[in-house]
Structure formats: C-alpha cells, structure tokens
C-alpha cells in the first residue's frame, strides 16, 4: 500500500518526503484555510515540485460546469495534479467529461460503496471513503473499505484505486491496508505515531548507553598500558 501525506502545510510535506516514504499528497479546502494567507496555485506548484507522485486539489464548485472549469485549470498546473470532486450527481458528470480530456480525479466524501461503484463506473481514477468520519457515525469505517475492495476485485474492468482517508490513528492505516485499500492518506501527526514505539526509544538509549561504556572501559584499559 502507498501512503500520501493529507495536507497543505509544506513544512510537514518536505520533512516526510525526505523519509522516502510518500507516493502523493491529498488537500482540501480545509487544508488549506489552515495555511493562512497561502496562496492555492503556488501551494500545490510547490508540492508538485517536492512530491513525485498524484497531488490532489479538491474544486469548491457545487455544479459540473464550474467543477470542469476548476478542473481544466488546476490540471495544467502540473501534470501529477489529480481533480477532487465530491460524490454528487455534478460530481460523476464532471469525472466524466474530464476524464474524457484524460483529466485525472478523486471522488472525495465517499461514506458508502454504491458512491465508490459509481464513481469507478464514471471513470474516477481514486476514491475516497471517509473512515474515520464513518466511524464518529458508529460505524464501520474499515467494513467499507471491504466492501469496496470486494466489488472492485469482481470486475477486471474497474482500474479505480481505493484511497482511504479520514485516518485518524495508526491502526487505521494497517487496517486499511489488510482491507484492501491502495493507499492511505495520513494526517502528518498519524505518520509521526506510526513511527513511535517506546521500545525503540528504550532500545536506542541502552545501545548508546552500551556503547559509551565499551568506550570507556577501552580508554581506561589503553590508559593503563594493557
Ligand atoms: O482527505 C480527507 C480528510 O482530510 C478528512 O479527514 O479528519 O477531516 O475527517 P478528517
């Protein structure tokens, strides 16, 4: 599975593109009101210019025709960048027709599988179930990426990746996986946990500690002629 980072802060998409570890960027329009004062075209130019990979910048258009028009305009940014539109009706129809100018999309604010089947159906090149906001609704988040990954699997003419998002925790993220999603798109923070684990702190500080005293032990036994 491939993990993108989900947000609009350059800071967070420099340093985690510096572990090797990012295959694209997810943003939306509530990213970037979090980036004060940042200009939207030259934010997703520069992730473009950090991250090699599918960058996503969502319209805030509610009809087709202004959610093609975004589309035309963000594509020719940069090629990696992906068009988010949400699950609606307008939605499908503006997969559709940018499809048809070989306009990549991700079908953003997908809570259930028949919205994932059918923006496969108009041709979405990701999809993106919302898990952790399926699971603020007492439910099961990582049944749906199931069941998408299930219909998906039973039709060789849906290319459609499963992208999940909404990640809240690591746990998340390996669930996501073993249920069968493409990628996971991960908050910098959950990123951060993933990587943490007491015992590697506890194991790094006994070997140095281990270390520093093999070298004292060796000054010692040198400063004594031995
Ligand atoms: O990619 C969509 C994601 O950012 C939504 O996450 O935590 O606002 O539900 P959240």
Redesign the pocket.
């Known amino acids: 599975m491939k993990i993108y980072l989900?947000t609009a802060n350059l800071d967070e998409i420099r340093e985690a593109a510096s572990w090797g570890i990012l295959s694209g960027v997810?943003?939306?329009p509530?990213?970037m009101a979090k980036e004060t004062g940042a200009d939207f075209e030259d934010t997703i130019r520069t992730i473009a210019g950090l991250v090699d990979g599918p960058i996503?910048a969502e319209t805030v258009s509610e009809d087709a025709d202004g959610m093609v028009a975004e589309g035309r305009e963000y594509a020719a940014w940069h090629p990696n960048v992906i068009i988010k539109v949400p699950s609606t009706p307008a939605g499908l129809q503006a997969v559709h027709r940018l499809g048809q100018e070989g306009i990549r999309c991700n079908v953003?604010?997908i809570f259930n599988a028949n919205q994932a089947l059918m923006a496969a159906l108009a041709g979405a090149f990701v999809v993106?179930p919302?898990i952790?906001?399926v699971d603020?609704m007492s439910e099961d988040g990582m049944e749906l990426i199931r069941e998408i990954a299930a219909i998906f699997e039973q039709d060789p003419d849906i290319h459609t990746r499963i992208?999940a998002?909404?990640?809240?925790h690591p746990r998340h993220v390996i669930e996501s996986a073993l249920a069968g999603a493409h990628i996971a798109?991960c908050?910098f923070k959950v990123l951060r946990q993933g990587m943490k684990h007491p015992l590697t702190d506890r194991g790094m500080a006994s070997f140095l500690a281990d270390w520093k005293a093999r070298e004292a032990t060796m000054a010692v036994t040198a400063g004594a002629g031995v």
């Open positions: 989900d997810t943003t939306n509530s990213l996503s953003t604010l993106s919302f952790g906001r603020d992208l998002a909404s990640i809240r798109t908050p």
